[in-house]
Nanobody, 122 residues
Framework: QVQLVESGGGLVQAGDSLRLSCAASGRTLNNYVMHWFRQAPGKEREFVAAITWNGINTYYADFVKGRFTISRDIAKNTVYLQMNSLKPEDTAVYYC???????????????WGKGTLVTVSS
């Protein structure tokens, strides 16, 4: 079993920054890919970013390139999502997930966190 716990969400204004954290416990994350997804009210869950656990490869959705940065701390077993220049359309629940591959679809994940809410006011 793997437990994923997100934190760091909150209410911010447009243009502000937030850093989300995803603390993982349980089985090793070696050879897995860690993802961030988000789901806005009334919309489908969508891919945001991913990182291979060795940190060599990162992947981003086009709508966050240049604004968001994914990283991980092996010693802390934690994945981060640094979000800069936030926009109202970034408002969503952000989820951390694990996958054995770089698949960017929700059904490719094997473990999920419960999410953390990010609200960006205009």
């Amino acid at each position: 079993q793997v437990q994923l716990v997100e934190s760091g969400g909150g209410l911010v204004q447009a243009g502000d920054s937030l850093r989300l954290s995803c603390a993982a416990s349980g089985r090793t994350l070696n050879n897995y890919v860690m993802h961030w997804f988000r789901q806005a009210p009334g919309k489908e869950r969508e891919f945001v970013a991913a990182i291979t656990w060795n940190g060599i490869n990162t992947y981003y959705a086009d709508f966050v390139k240049g604004r968001f940065t994914i990283s991980r701390d092996i010693a802390k077993n934690t994945v981060y999502l640094q979000m800069n220049s936030l926009k109202p359309e970034d408002t969503a629940v952000y989820y951390c997930a694990r996958s054995p591959s770089t698949a960017q679809t929700p059904n490719g994940m094997d473990y999920w966190g419960k999410g953390t809410l990010v609200t960006v006011s205009s």
